[in-house]
T-cell receptor, first 115, second 114 residues
Framework: AQSVTQLGSHVSVSEGALVLLRCNYS??????LFWYVQYPNQGLQLLLK??????LVKGINGFEAEFKKSETSFHLTKPSAHMSDAAEYFC?????????????FGTGTSLTVIP | DVKVTQSSRYLVKRTGEKVFLECVQD?????MFWYRQDPGLGLRLIYF???????EKGDIPEGYSVSREKKERFSLILESASTNQTSMYLC?????????????FGPGTRLTVT
């Protein structure tokens, strides 16, 4: 069974500060990992994904995430927050299993950017 | 680019009405999904389909049904709408491999049942 935990349902940062959104997963097999962003009253948009290869993944809008197998983590970062980054962020994981592939979302982290 | 469209952005229905939410994707994806999103509860999977005329229950199927007669179209049906079905409904699609690959989302339908 898999699960996705996003630490902190609400995160506030000042404009220009580092953004760090945390995601931990549980999977008994190598997972695929994803981050999505959702702006108000819109659907989810894929920010970045990790499948295989390089563990540091770069995405859109200056975001990146690092897959750390030993820590079962896939934290999302951005060096300098912009006001336009205010949104809901979802971590997701999928993996092969003998009961079929499954795709799981975390419960989301709402990011507020303070001017 | 993958495009997933949903028939309505906002919908207001009365209790007891039959409601149809339509979703169309244009990238020949095998898999399609319906979620509902409520504050504090994240995304909850209602139904999914890995092939035409195939459907599987997700985590919260009660009160809903689905139809997939064509590969590109996946419909969510509320047989008799109730106020507790007021929510944001999101449709998504993905390539084969069942639930392995990234999902692409439509803009959502905000349904209000009065």
């Amino acid at each position: 069974a898999q699960s996705v935990t996003q630490l902190g349902s609400h995160v506030s940062v000042s404009e220009g500060a580092l953004v760090l959104l945390r995601c931990n997963y549980s999977s008994s097999v190598p997972p695929y990992l994803f981050w999505y962003v959702q702006y108000p009253n819109q659907g989810l948009q894929l920010l970045l994904k990790y499948t295989t290869g390089a563990t540091l993944v770069k995405g859109i809008n200056g975001f990146e995430a690092e897959f750390k197998k030993s820590e079962t983590s896939f934290h999302l970062t951005k060096p300098s927050a912009h006001m336009s980054d205010a949104a809901e962020y979802f971590c997701a994981v999928s993996a092969l299993s003998n009961t079929g592939n499954q795709f799981y979302f975390g419960t989301g982290t709402s990011l507020t950017v303070i001017p | 680019d993958v495009k997933v469209t949903q028939s309505s952005r906002y919908l207001v229905k009365r209790t007891g009405e039959k409601v149809f939410l339509e979703c169309v994707q244009d990238m020949d994806h095998e898999n399609m999904f319906w979620y509902r999103q409520d504050p504090g509860l994240g995304l909850r999977l209602i139904y999914f389909s890995y092939d035409v005329k195939m459907k599987e229950k997700g985590d919260i199927p009660e009160g809903y049904s689905v139809s997939r007669e064509k590969k590109e179209r996946f419909s969510l049906i509320l047989e008799s709408a109730s106020t507790n079905q007021t929510s944001m409904y999101l449709c998504a699609s993905s390539l084969g491999g069942q639930g392995l690959y990234e999902q692409y989302f439509g803009p959502g339908t905000r349904l209000t049942v009065t």
